[in-house]
């Protein structure tokens, strides 16, 4: 359970009583990284970890006859990491582009040792992947590297703690706060640090959204709505920072 929910269900607990916290836990109202509404008609409760909903996703809602409105509570981003024990402090665009095209191969490229680089992957429909193809890769496409893909958000984490050649990626968010490790670190990204001010300001380059995401339909006297109307004032915007997370407004 994340930082963000442990918070938002002490808040909760005060200003809802328990009778009422039992019906917004009971209506599958959870916050992740972006909160879910549980579809009608869908049997399992349905949550992730991507900031931005994937094509699987609304297609899912879609075939549940579900619209959704999506709405911006908080910033994360997306990140690179390798071990501490890594020289290299920061990557470029295009160096990130070349290594995971396979352009750049050694890490001496890019001012670092003579020794190969380890690029490691996210598997496909994770949400770590699918922002790295369409934040950082774009049009350009992956080298296909079956043996350096890692499933699971610890997988990097796992793996570039004991690679000192390793190059992988995740969420800020994920990194500092649910999975800390001093044995990696956060790469500056055309020198530019992913960390709370460059994130608030938007100046690191791969600055996200965090949405909280309901079905467009939900009662506007339900406990799910109040719930989220609660996380665009300042109270609830307090509750996202205290989490970990930066507050969008």
């Known amino acids: 359970m994340s930082r963000m929910i442990s918070f938002l269900l002490e808040r909760i607990s005060v200003k809802f009583d328990a009778h009422k916290l039992k019906l917004f ?28 909903m994937t094509e699987n996703e609304i297609n899912l809602a879609d075939s549940a006859g579900v619209k959704l409105k999506t709405t911006p509570i908080a910033l994360d981003a997306f990140v690179f990491i390798v071990n501490v024990e890594n020289p290299v402090n920061s990557l470029t665009v295009k160096e990130i582009q070349n290594i995971y095209t396979g352009n750049i191969t050694y890490w001496n490229e890019v001012g670092g040792t003579n020794t190969e680089i380890n690029p490691y992957q996210r598997n496909p ?19 296909d590297f079956p043996e350096m893909i890692l499933f699971g ?40 640090i992913p960390e709370y001010n460059t994130l608030k ?16 339909d939900l009662d506007w006297l339900s406990i799910a709505y109040q719930l989220y109307r609660w996380l665009l004032t300042d109270d609830g915007q307090s509750v996202v920072e205290e989490s970990g997370y930066i507050p969008y407004y």
């Open 25 to 52: 836990i009971d209506i599958g109202f959870i916050i992740i990284e972006k909160i879910l509404i549980k579809f009608q008609k869908l049997h399992p409760l349905y949550f992730d970890f991507y900031d931005e």
């Open 125 to 143: 429909n994770s949400g770590s992947q699918e922002l790295m193809l369409s934040l950082v890769m774009k049009d350009l496409t992956m080298m």
């Open 153 to 192: 958000m610890m997988g990097p984490i796992n793996r570039i703690t004991h690679d000192k050649n390793g190059l992988g990626y995740t969420v800020y968010f994920f990194e500092q706060f649910m999975a800390p490790n001093d044995s990696l670190k956060l790469l500056a990204v055309n020198g530019i």
């Open 201 to 216: 300001k938007r100046i690191y380059i791969y600055t996200t959204d965090v949405y909280v995401v309901i079905r467009e």
